[in-house]
């Protein structure tokens, strides 16, 4: 319900916000993918070169703690999304010419 507050007051500030939020987000969830990769080749290496169990084990607990964020980055990311598309919806016959909202816009189709 704060969306409908800050939108009802200024949906650019609104819209601007979400749509850093949104942009932020799909960074984070890429990152998180990244470092599970990384994470996961370096316990594979770990693993080959018969490093030591206990030091194999915590590599392993960094890399589950990894992977356990992409489905939380994922969810908000998709709340985030929906937020500002309704935003967008809302709003595309007052705002469709202002910056803010085809950034918005851009912002939503590139992570579709």
Do not use: W
Not at 14 to 37: C, D, H, P, Q, W
Not at 58 to 70: D, F, P, T, Y
Not at 82 to 102: A, H, I, M, R
Request: aromatic content about 4%.
């Amino acid at each position: 319900k704060p969306l409908k507050m800050a939108a009802k007051g200024d949906p650019l500030r609104a819209m601007k916000i979400k749509t850093g939020v949104v942009k932020r987000l799909v960074k984070e969830r890429n990152m998180y993918i990244l470092e599970s990769e990384q994470q996961e080749a370096k316990v594979e290496k770990m693993k080959e070169e018969k490093k030591d169990e206990y030091d194999i084990k915590k590599q392993i607990e960094v890399l589950e703690e990894s992977r356990n964020m992409v489905p939380d980055c994922t969810n908000r990311l998709n709340r985030a999304r929906n937020e500002l598309q309704d935003l967008v919806d809302e709003y595309e016959k007052d705002l469709s010419e202002t910056d803010e909202f085809k950034s918005a816009k851009e912002c939503l189709q590139d992570i579709h």
